[in-house]
């Protein structure tokens, strides 16, 4: 009647031709996934308070998701957790190399993939020279194999070389004219001494015995030395 109070209920109760009027009315947003934090794009405005399912605020990015909602710790999956309009910010990403023979170093010749989560298969060390062998990192022994195993680009450094001769004629005296320097021992037909005079005969050594033949068996640079000389006539 006329002299009614208007109150909340859709109704006309002062009869003045409006409904609910001078009443105060508030916006309420679906709030499906029940985080407390509602959908914009889904409201009511009432003047008795929410609906069950609504709430006052209206900042819910993904109102499908609890875990998702301007409360959320952002983490690393590509999502937007926080609805700050960013995915995955404020975490640390950092380059991923692939690491194909598993030895806990990347292929330096590789592309990293920035990431903030590991990354299958691949490190954040990218100093592997040869990612195809386990044993060929930066933390691998120098080993004496011709190869750069410990990826500093030296090969068989700080290994002890020798230098061996080759012994063709197999008499121990090698040809001095003829070396090879190795740091895994002699190669075969070859010894370290370097005193031959001729590699091609075998009689003919520093333990020669030296013998009449105009030749210097015993390589002293003299032939026929320490022999005894007669005259004949």
Do not use: H, K, Q, R
Request: aromatic share 8%.
């Amino acid at each position: 009647n006329p002299a009614a109070t208007e109150v909340c209920n859709n109704i006309d109760d002062n009869c003045n031709g409006s409904i609910d009027e001078g009443l105060t009315f508030v916006t309420y947003y679906a709030d499906v996934d029940g985080d407390t934090y509602g959908n914009a794009a889904s409201s009511v405005s009432t003047c008795n308070g929410a609906p069950s399912g609504y709430v006052a605020d209206a900042t819910d990015c993904n109102d499908n998701n609890a875990a998702i909602n301007p409360a959320a710790t952002e983490v690393c999956n590509g999502v937007d957790d926080d609805c700050d309009g960013i995915a995955d910010d404020g975490l640390t990403f950092l380059p991923y190399y692939v690491d194909a023979d598993g030895d806990g170093y990347g292929d330096a010749s590789a592309t990293g993939v920035s990431s903030c989560a590991p990354v299958a298969g691949s490190v954040t060390n990218n100093g592997d020279c040869n990612d195809g062998n386990a044993a060929v990192n930066p933390a691998a022994t120098e080993v004496c194999n011709n190869i750069d195993d410990n990826c500093n680009g030296s090969i068989d450094e700080g290994l002890t070389f020798t230098t061996y001769y080759a012994d063709v004629d197999g008499d121990t005296y090698g040809n001095a004219g003829s070396s090879v320097s190795t740091c895994n021992g002699a190669p075969v037909g070859y010894v370290t001494d370097n005193t031959d005079c001729n590699d091609n005969n075998a009689a003919i050594n520093p333990a020669a015995t030296e013998v009449c033949n105009g030749v210097d068996d015993d390589c002293d640079g003299i032939a026929d030395d320490g022999l005894t000389f007669l005259t004949y006539y």
